[in-house]
């Protein structure tokens, strides 16, 4: 991309006003694209948004032999995996750059040619997140690891994969869904505790079943999988993305704003919603969307800790942190899944936020950061007014956060590495406009 147009010029002070519409999941839509590589024969994936990533996956699995038909417009994505192949290696690696999504490839590559190549792995630098559970998780399954192999990470599987008991010592989405997709083609059953159950986690469990897998969910975390012989096609709606509706919203307060989101729906951001009418943001449910507002007068102070679901979840909490630094108050946020989530503040503090990093748990939550000497704890004290300055993106969630904090600023603002933000807010330049926001 032409480094100039990788920039976004914002003229900021200006409420965001109108209706706008969010498609499906970043982090289901992708894992849902994988799991049709368990199933010769025909998958259709509708409600798809036109992200980065969606195209990452597509061409990653067209390097593997699967036909892939993206239909942006309508967003369905019709994938054909007929006829699966081991990839170049060097061709991987060249996309691996941009996406922590190879790995997952792992359990439906060794179901369907008996071997796997898992190269180098990217993604947002938000902290640590280890791959160590995935590998372990396939060990346990059966796969033989190579990681000594000079490209990358080399799994077969001389014996087939077979159901075992596993634990995870923490609820990692991603370890959690590298189990179900290698699961559930393994002879004999398979016992996971410890999982992540996500709406995302959940809507992939839902496409497994319609494919043919036998999956059940006790409340204690624990899913339970009888390995089937062969999977089919599916067809599948995608649930909606509740973090995008969730950073519009926080954009609403943010702007002093009213934005109607299309598409938002309220299971999966009930824990959400209890945290904005705290602060004093306004919201109406109906049966086409959510619609956020600020309703005048004072923001209040509040205090948040990030969790697995049915927590707050950790990426709600950027977007939020810059409508707080308007709140009237001292409010605390306690990061307790990524330990390097607040490097995003150190613009907001340059555009005159008053944030303080404690490397302290400023909460009541166990977490696994205690004494490790990471800042993931965070104060912010308000109202202070922000200013527009150059800043760079950090990350995919932080950078739609300093989007909406130069949109929040007064005067001009230069928000560089804006591509980052493609990668899983559909259209967000197109939205902007809709919403009256002054920026080119």
Same mark, same amino acid.
């Given at each position: 991309?032409?480094?100039?147009?990788?920039?976004?010029?914002?003229?900021?002070?200006?409420?965001?006003?109108? =209706?706008?519409?969010?498609?499906? /999941?970043?982090?289901?839509?992708?894992?849902?694209?994988?799991?049709?590589?368990?199933?010769?024969?025909? +998958?259709?994936?509708?409600?798809?948004?036109?992200?980065?990533?969606?195209?990452?996956?597509?061409?990653?699995?067209?390097?593997?032999?699967?036909?892939?038909?993206?239909?942006?417009?309508?967003?369905?994505?019709?994938?054909?995996?007929?006829?699966?192949?081991?990839?170049?290696?060097?061709?991987?690696?060249?996309?691996?750059?941009?996406?922590?999504?190879?790995?997952?490839?792992?359990?439906?590559?060794?179901?369907?040619?008996?071997?796997? $190549?898992?190269?180098?792995?990217?993604?947002?630098?938000?902290? &640590?997140?280890?791959?160590?559970?995935?590998?372990?998780?396939?060990?346990?399954?059966?796969?033989?690891?190579?990681? %000594?192999?000079?490209? &990358?990470?080399?799994? =077969?599987?001389?014996?087939?994969?077979?159901?075992?008991?596993?634990?995870?010592?923490?609820? +990692?989405?991603?370890?959690?869904?590298?189990?179900?997709?290698?699961?559930?083609?393994?002879? !004999?059953?398979?016992?996971?505790? !410890?999982?992540?159950?996500?709406?995302?986690? *959940?809507?992939?469990?839902?496409?497994?079943?319609?494919?043919?897998?036998?999956?059940?969910?006790?409340?204690?975390?624990?899913?339970?999988?009888?390995?089937?012989?062969?999977?089919?096609?599916?067809?599948?709606?995608?649930?909606?993305?509740?973090?995008?509706?969730?950073?519009?919203?926080?954009?609403?307060?943010?702007?002093?704003?009213?934005?109607?989101?299309?598409?938002?729906?309220?299971?999966?951001?009930?824990?959400?919603?209890?945290?904005?009418?705290?602060?004093? !943001?306004?919201?109406?449910?109906?049966?086409?969307?959510?619609?956020?507002?600020?309703?005048?007068?004072?923001?209040?102070?509040?205090? @948040?800790?990030?969790?697995?679901?049915?927590?707050?979840?950790?990426?709600?909490?950027?977007?939020?942190?810059?409508?707080? =630094?308007? /709140?009237?108050?001292?409010?605390?946020?306690?990061? =307790?899944?990524? %330990?390097?989530?607040?490097? $995003?503040?150190?613009?907001?503090?340059? *555009?005159?936020?008053? @944030?303080?990093?404690?490397? %302290?748990?400023?909460?009541?939550?166990?977490?696994? $950061?205690?004494?490790?000497?990471?800042?993931? +704890?965070?104060?912010?004290?308000?109202?202070?007014?922000?200013?527009?300055?150059?800043?760079?993106?950090?990350?995919?969630?932080?950078?739609?956060?300093?989007?909406?904090? /130069?949109?929040?600023?007064? !005067?001009?603002?230069?928000?560089?590495?804006?591509?980052?933000?493609?990668?899983?807010?559909?259209?967000?330049?197109?939205?902007? /406009?809709?919403?009256?926001?002054?920026?080119?």
């Amino acid at each position: 991309m032409n480094p100039e147009e990788d920039v976004l010029h914002v003229e900021g002070g200006k409420p965001l006003n109108g =209706t706008i519409k969010v498609r499906g /999941a970043k982090n289901f839509v992708s894992k849902a694209m994988v799991a049709a590589l368990l199933a010769p024969g025909k +998958s259709v994936l509708k409600n798809v948004p036109e992200i980065r990533d969606v195209h990452v996956v597509s061409d990653l699995l067209r390097l593997h032999g699967v036909e892939v038909d993206v239909d942006g417009a309508n967003g369905i994505v019709t994938i054909d995996a007929s006829h699966v192949q081991l990839a170049d290696v060097a061709d991987v690696d060249t996309l691996s750059g941009s996406s922590r999504i190879p790995i997952l490839f792992s359990g439906p590559l060794v179901h369907r040619l008996g071997e796997a $190549f898992i190269p180098a792995l990217g993604g947002c630098n938000i902290g &640590g997140r280890p791959i160590d559970f995935h590998l372990e998780t396939l060990r346990k399954l059966g796969a033989t690891v190579d990681k %000594e192999h000079k490209d &990358g990470i080399h799994i =077969t599987a001389p014996n087939g994969l077979h159901g075992a008991k596993i634990h995870l010592p923490y609820p +990692s989405v991603g370890a959690t869904e590298q189990t179900l997709l290698a699961a559930v083609l393994a002879e !004999g059953k398979t016992e996971l505790s !410890g999982a992540a159950t996500e709406p995302e986690i *959940m809507d992939l469990v839902c496409v497994l079943q319609k494919m043919g897998a036998i999956i059940s969910v006790d409340v204690d975390r624990t899913f339970r999988i009888e390995g089937v012989k062969e999977l089919s096609g599916y067809t599948h709606t995608s649930l909606t993305d509740r973090i995008e509706a969730a950073s519009w919203a926080s954009a609403a307060l943010a702007t002093h704003g009213d934005i109607f989101v299309k598409g938002a729906t309220q299971p999966e951001m009930i824990t959400f919603l209890n945290v904005f009418r705290k602060v004093g !943001g306004k919201f109406e449910v109906t049966d086409k969307g959510i619609r956020f507002w600020h309703p005048g007068g004072d923001l209040k102070p509040v205090a @948040i800790e990030t969790d697995v679901h049915p927590g707050f979840m950790t990426d709600w909490q950027q977007p939020l942190v810059v409508a707080l =630094t308007q /709140a009237n108050g001292l409010s605390i946020v306690h990061e =307790t899944v990524y %330990e390097n989530r607040f490097g $995003f503040t150190k613009p907001l503090v340059q *555009m005159g936020a008053t @944030i303080q990093l404690y490397r %302290e748990c400023l909460g009541s939550l166990p977490c696994r $950061f205690q004494q490790r000497n990471y800042k993931h +704890s965070a104060v912010i004290f308000g109202p202070t007014p922000l200013t527009g300055r150059d800043i760079d993106v950090p990350d995919l969630r932080g950078g739609f956060s300093h989007l909406i904090a /130069a949109l929040a600023a007064s !005067g001009p603002s230069d928000v560089h590495g804006i591509s980052l933000i493609d990668r899983g807010y559909a259209d967000f330049r197109g939205k902007l /406009a809709a919403l009256g926001a002054d920026f080119d």
